[in-house]
Nanobody, 119 residues
Framework: QVQVVESGGGLVQPGGSLKLSCAGPGIFFDRYIMGWYRQAPGKEREFVANITGGGSTTYSDSVKGRFTISRDNTKRTVALEMNRLKPEDTAVYYC?????????????WGQGTQVTVSS
């Protein structure tokens, strides 16, 4: 019912750039913290970045200064601009919609899009 769909993955050379896009929940979009996570082969899913409905952002140390997350509450979309990509950025990237209700949070995930950084 709560749909999250990401796109934009692909193959890019080290040092290159790529933009991922995500279509978030169709209603109450501004109530969700939208974020990006990634999972590389043999590793657990890790946090990349997120952005609140009001535009406050948080980045993991590994991507800070290279990636930029943004959202458009009218279009109900979130984007991740990835610059100066490194081979270690190779992973499946997942869009996340998180809603906090009282002391709980609820996560909704996209299907993932593959990002491969290789020469």
């Amino acid at each position: 019912q709560v749909q999250v769909v990401e796109s934009g993955g692909g193959l890019v050379q080290p040092g290159g750039s790529l933009k991922l896009s995500c279509a978030g929940p169709g209603i109450f979009f501004d109530r969700y913290i939208m974020g990006w996570y990634r999972q590389a082969p043999g590793k657990e899913r890790e946090f990349v970045a997120n952005i609140t409905g009001g535009g406050s952002t948080t980045y993991s140390d590994s991507v800070k200064g290279r990636f930029t997350i943004s959202r458009d509450n009218t279009k109900r979309t979130v984007a991740l601009e990835m610059n100066r990509l490194k081979p270690e950025d190779t992973a499946v990237y997942y869009c996340n919609a998180r809603r906090h209700i009282m002391d709980n949070h609820y996560d909704y995930w996209g299907q993932g899009t593959q990002v491969t950084v290789s020469s």
